[in-house]
């Protein structure tokens, strides 16, 4: 992932985050930055998920009763 200018509009500075040749998010450095950090944790967390072993048993469900309450 690549941090490159932009461009200034309006006296702003924009830059823009390059992934693989392609733009995913245009921001300013301190938003380019932000992103990068949680992109990456969230990459870092489905390789997590991803690596550990399935649940030996299916995910439990839960019901709701209504509760019978006398007036």
Same mark, same amino acid.
């Given at each position: ?5 932009? +461009? ?8 823009e985050?390059?992934? =693989?040749?392609?733009?995913?998010? /245009?921001?300013s450095?301190?938003? +380019?930055?932000r992103?990068?950090?949680?992109h990456?944790?969230? /990459? ?6 991803? =690596?550990?072993? &399935?649940?030996?048993?299916?995910v &439990? /469900?839960?019901?709701?009763?209504? =509760?019978?309450?006398?007036?």
């Amino acid at each position: 992932m690549e941090v490159r200018f932009l +461009c200034i509009q309006g006296g702003k500075q924009f830059y823009e985050v390059v992934l =693989s040749g392609e733009q995913i998010f /245009v921001g300013s450095r301190g938003e +380019c930055a932000r992103f990068t950090k949680i992109h990456d944790d969230k /990459v870092a967390l489905e390789h997590a998920d991803a =690596s550990r072993a &399935p649940r030996s048993r299916a995910v &439990p /469900v839960r019901t709701y009763h209504q =509760s019978r309450l006398r007036a």
